[in-house]
């Protein structure tokens, strides 16, 4: 199967990985994958202490533990992987788009 190529304006071939999904055990939520993403792909979401996303925005902000990254608008994504070169952690999967 072939996967979706690109040039770069030198005329280099580029092949664009798209997001997949984000590790929320490993993100820390600093935010700097979401500031480096011009596409508005990536959104933080807050989280219970049990490791459950809170939905409910009338909840108790105590309630929250921390904020985690995750994809909110995929197919906004334009493969460029900005995101995960700026994340310290490493944690977001990107794949080629076979066609």
């Known amino acids: 199967m072939a996967t979706l190529t690109g ?3 030198g005329g280099s071939t580029w092949e664009p990985k798209f997001i997949q999904a984000i590790n929320q055990q ?4 600093c935010g700097r994958c979401y500031k480096v993403c011009g596409r508005n792909v990536l959104g933080l979401k807050p989280m219970n ?4 996303f809170i939905e409910d925005e ?3 902000d ?4 921390r904020y ?3 994809v909110v608008n995929l197919a906004n994504c334009i493969g460029c992987e900005a995101c995960a070169r ?8 990107h794949e080629a788009l076979a066609v």
């Open 7 to 9: 040039l770069t304006k």
């Open 26 to 29: 490993v993100c820390l939520g």
């Open 49 to 52: 202490e049990f490791g459950e």
């Open 58 to 60: 009338d909840e108790d």
């Open 62 to 65: 105590d309630d929250i533990e």
């Open 68 to 70: 985690v990254m995750t």
């Open 86 to 93: 700026i994340c310290p952690k490493n944690c977001q999967t």
